[in-house]
């Protein structure tokens, strides 16, 4: 590899304190359901209130056994209200046990793919355990961006999570009363409704890596030796014959305090040392290490990974 000129140090470390954006690594919340897995990746930057309320839910397993209640094609898909609960003699469908209503915290567009609370109507800070899928681009003037305070968006469905949501907006819908009126329902025959035709989640479980690599964006916090922490995004440019990664200066933002576990770079070897890196729903590679191959483009060729 090439020596790392001076002025191309400078122009690094300028690029990476001059730009301000939301993305970043974050915690990943992946749903088992019958109709598919699918992930969400928390903006806990960006919405720490929301995003700690909804870890909180997944924690005490308020979601495991819930459904689905609410489909609306072009529009939403929403859960988080209503639970199957086993009883002694049968099945019921309870409401999810509720914690405090949070603060809203709308900074980010409701565009398609986005998560956000639900909310109760004339109260911008009502929202509990209840949250939605955005079909489609939301954000508009009239929309979820402007009504109520603007809906907070607290993650996005990455990794080919879509697929599963976009096959749960395809289903047949029923009005069954009350919080029900829109249910989505899987196999059915159009008269019976059984509990099995409800879309529901099996359990989800909670992946915090410290980079997340999704349709060809590798995103991570970083620390490059100033003692401040840096979101950034490297964007797959090549795969043949080596994986290079390019930085994307309008991605880069700088993160009020410092995580755990978070990547490094070195300017003196020119090396970007990851941790951990989520690439699907169910793996997580390791000790990915990359060389800043070419310094004026800020590209990063893959050395190795565990």
């Known amino acids: 590899m090439r020596p790392i000129q001076t002025s191309y140090k400078t122009a690094l470390f300028t690029c990476l304190f001059s730009l301000s954006t939301i993305t970043q690594a974050n915690p990943v919340a992946c749903f088992n359901t019958n109709m598919g897995q ?85 109260n911008p800070n009502s929202a509990t355990s209840q949250w939605f899928v955005n079909l489609a681009d939301n954000s508009g003037p009239g929309d979820l961006d402007t009504q109520n305070g ?14 599963v949501i976009d096959a749960i907006e395809k289903l047949p819908i029923a009005n069954l009363g009350g919080n029900l009126k829109e249910a989505p329902l899987k196999d059915f025959d159009g008269s019976h409704v059984s509990f099995s035709n409800f879309v529901q989640i099996d359990h989800a ?73 989520m690439i699907n729903a169910s793996t997580v590679v390791k000790n990915v290490l990359m060389q800043l191959s070419d310094a004026k483009s800020f590209q990063f060729t893959l050395i190795s990974y565990e």
Do not use: W
């Open 38 to 122: 699918f992930c969400i990746e928390l903006f806990e930057t960006q919405t720490p209130i929301t995003s700690a309320n909804f870890l909180n839910y997944i924690d005490s397993e308020a979601y495991k056994n819930g459904i689905f209640h609410r489909s609306v094609p072009g529009f939403v898909i929403q859960g988080g209200g209503f639970k199957i609960v086993d009883g002694i003699d049968e099945k019921t469908l309870e409401p999810v046990n509720t914690f405090p209503p949070i603060t809203n915290e709308f900074k980010i567009s409701n565009t398609r793919g986005t998560v956000a609370m639900a909310k109760l109507s004339g």
């Open 150 to 163: 603007g809906f907070t968006v607290f993650g996005r469905v990455i990794f080919d999570g879509m697929n």
């Open 205 to 277: 479980a909670v992946t915090n890596a410290v980079g997340v690599f999704n349709e060809s964006i590798l995103s991570f916090a970083v620390d490059i030796g100033t003692g401040e922490a840096l979101a950034v995004n490297l964007r797959l440019i090549e795969d043949n014959p080596a994986y290079v990664f390019e930085l994307e200066p309008v991605s880069i933002a700088s993160l009020p305090t410092i995580p755990t576990s978070i990547a490094t770079f070195s300017s003196g070897s020119g090396q970007l040392h990851i941790p951990s890196v």
